[in-house]
């Protein structure tokens, strides 16, 4: 099982043997998963897309960057060359991902945070690719920042790539609050 859940399927002739002990090893493992979980793991298609899956799912961490990709490929999602049923399922695939990382909740505070880190993730997407090392350093955090953090940090790089010295936050405040 341990090349099944490392590796990809074989290009030569063992591929079709190694295609049939993924999916038997692959209907074990699921079968053994919880009916409430069945739903959210539909989309893997090999084990070691679902072991990866499983892993993201209950590592609890937040996954910053993956979330960034996943929020990009929902709001740039497009037929391109393929037929409409592979278009339609690469975006049922995404909308799962989606949800899983951003799910629904009837607390309104959970749905704020939510558009206010999708707010970021789009700030981040339309960045010129100068500022790909920003975007980076920014995905790399554990957290994702508020837009304004983000802002902040992005207009400091600008400006250093500019030559402009921007003035501390806290100085700014205390010469608007000398001049009455």
Request: net charge negative; charged share 25%.
């Amino acid at each position: 099982m341990d090349d099944h859940t490392t590796e990809v399927a074989p290009e030569d002739a063992k591929k079709k043997d190694w295609l049939c002990d993924d999916a038997r090893l692959y209907l074990q493992i699921k079968n053994s998963i919880e009916s409430e979980i069945i739903g959210l793991v539909d989309h893997c298609e090999s084990i070691k897309e679902l072991l990866e899956f499983l892993d993201f799912l209950y590592s609890g961490k937040e996954q910053v960057q993956r979330m960034f990709e996943v929020c990009m490929q929902f709001s740039r999602a497009e037929q391109k060359a393929g037929s409409v049923t592979n278009y339609f399922m690469r975006l049922k695939k995404i909308t799962a991902e989606l949800a899983l990382l951003l799910p629904f909740s009837p607390d309104v505070k959970v749905q704020q945070a939510q558009r206010k880190k999708m707010a970021v993730m789009i700030f981040l997407n339309g960045f010129l690719p100068e500022f790909g090392m920003t975007k980076a350093q920014i995905l790399s955090d554990s957290k994702i920042p508020s837009l304004d953090d983000a802002f902040t940090h992005v207009l400091c790089i600008e400006s250093s790539l500019n030559g402009v010295s921007i003035p501390q936050s806290s100085s700014a405040l205390i010469s608007k609050n000398n001049n009455p």
